[in-house]
């Protein structure tokens, strides 16, 4: 771990991101993202597009900024349908609300599902920073990362 344990701020996306809390390699989350990241921006502008009743009026990157980044929402979603934790501890790893975890997860689910992932649920169930540092220093491996087939996107 980064830092102390069972400080939210302890864990960077890069130990969140790890292989025993993801049940899939570094590489197939990154792949994963790029390939979910353009639907999910789709998604937001379109939403966004629907409030304001037309067109943007300024500029983009302008306004306040999402509190989750798009690769965050992701991450977040998977851990959340691995059945890690509840919506407030991730809330508190990411320096959110439950309600912005429930919204990302609300925004991603149907990107996972019509890009045909499943993710599966862990037997692992945290309720507090500790316990997924103590999780994750052991030395023992519990589970080996499922292989991830990604649908093609090449025509």
């Known amino acids: 771990?980064?830092?102390?344990?069972?400080?939210?701020?302890?864990?960077?996306?890069?130990?969140?991101?790890?292989?025993?809390?993801?049940?899939?390699t570094r590489e197939q989350l990154s792949d994963l993202t790029h390939t979910l990241i353009p639907g999910l921006e789709e998604h937001r502008e379109r939403a966004r597009h629907a409030a304001r009743g037309?067109?943007?009026?300024?500029?983009?990157?302008?306004?306040?900024?999402?509190?989750?980044?798009?690769?965050?929402?992701?991450?977040?979603?998977?851990?959340?349908?691995?059945?890690?934790?509840?919506?407030?501890?991730?809330?508190?790893l990411f320096n959110t609300t439950a309600m912005t975890i429930s919204r990302a997860v609300k925004d991603v689910r149907p990107l996972l599902e019509a890009h045909g992932f499943t993710v599966?649920?862990?037997?692992?169930?945290?309720r507090t920073p500790d316990d997924i540092t103590a999780f994750l220093d052991s030395e023992a491996c519990k589970i080996e990362p499922d292989r991830v087939e990604l649908p093609n996107s090449d025509p």
Do not use: N, W
């Open 54 to 92: 037309g067109p943007r009026c300024i500029a983009r990157g302008t306004g306040r900024k999402p509190s989750l980044t798009p690769p965050d929402q992701i991450l977040v979603t998977i851990l959340y349908l691995r059945k890690h934790s509840r919506q407030e501890l991730l809330g508190r």
């Open 120 to 126: 599966t649920a862990s037997t692992a169930r945290f």
């Open 1 to 24: 771990m980064s830092t102390l344990a069972g400080d939210s701020d302890s864990f960077t996306p890069h130990d969140l991101r790890h292989p025993e809390l993801t049940g899939m």
